[in-house]
């Protein structure tokens, strides 16, 4: 069986930045445990795997571990392969996914997720996470992450993990997220998760469902400019709209090509 494949950097407008995501269209759903296969080979944060049905898509995420409950670089890479690349011609994909349904605007250049709240509430660390850090944070918060609140940007650029303790707990599907006011941005994040073969993802849409309300509330503004401080470094424009979110960015096509199935 012959597939497509397609591989699409996320949340940036430059090669080799932002989040890297394959992506699969599919005609019918092959068996769970051949996706994730697919998905380990692949060797990426997520591969997004999706039929498209005319009037919605059914859109699934899975890392080279698990089946994802949600996850947004993906969900916007798979829009830009409906739009930019299969020219799809509609003003609104929706998704149907484990997360309900998902929407997605493409405007001025932007793919715009409509997305979750998740808002956040007060938490207590757990020893194991606490030990990995190099440096502690300053407030514990939790929804389907940890989300640990820093001082500074600086705080957020110089924490290490130690992985062989972060290993120890089992977050799935959550992770943790570190977080501060930014300097040339309202907010600065990483994102972190255990027992799995990619520690740091470089842009996570999903963890800005509760950062999002988190720094809105915070700052006492709706519209939000957003930077993920890891190596590939990624640009969200969000904002809070109550009971859901808007996380917007840009994508480029890295690559196309087939991958083959027996």
């Not at 993990?161 to 992770?175: A, H, K, S, W, Y």
Request: net charge negative; proline share 5%.
């Amino acid at each position: 069986m012959k597939l497509e494949l397609y591989q699409i950097d996320a949340f940036t407008d430059e090669l080799f930045r932002g989040n890297p995501a394959c992506v699969v269209p599919l005609k019918e759903w092959l068996p769970d445990e051949t996706l994730l296969k697919i998905a380990m080979e692949n060797a990426v944060a997520e591969t997004a795997f999706f039929i498209d049905n005319g009037s919605t898509t059914h859109l699934r995420w899975f890392t080279p571990e698990i089946e994802m409950d949600l996850c947004g670089h993906a969900t916007l890479a798979t829009a830009h392969c409906l739009i930019s690349i299969l020219n799809y011609n509609r003003d609104e994909i929706i998704f149907e996914t484990k997360s309900g349904e998902l929407k997605v605007i493409f405007q001025d250049g932007l793919y715009e997720l409509n997305f979750p709240s998740r808002m956040p509430v007060p938490s207590v660390l757990p020893d194991i996470i606490s030990k990995s850090l190099n440096i502690q944070p300053k407030e514990v918060f939790k929804s389907r992450d940890y989300v640990l609140v820093y001082d500074t940007e600086e705080d957020i650029k110089d924490i290490k993990i130690d992985r062989q303790t972060f290993d120890l707990i089992n977050l799935d599907p959550g992770g943790v997220v570190i977080t501060a006011k930014g300097n040339d941005s309202d907010f600065v994040s990483r994102y972190f998760t255990s027992q799995s073969s990619i520690l740091e993802d470089p842009v996570t849409g999903s963890a800005h469902c509760s950062l999002i309300p988190f720094w809105s509330k915070r700052l006492g503004k709706k519209d939000l400019f957003a930077v993920q401080l890891s190596e590939r470094l990624g640009k969200l424009y969000c904002e809070d709209q109550g009971e859901r979110v808007i996380i917007a960015g840009k994508a480029k096509t890295y690559s196309a090509g087939h991958l083959w199935i027996e």
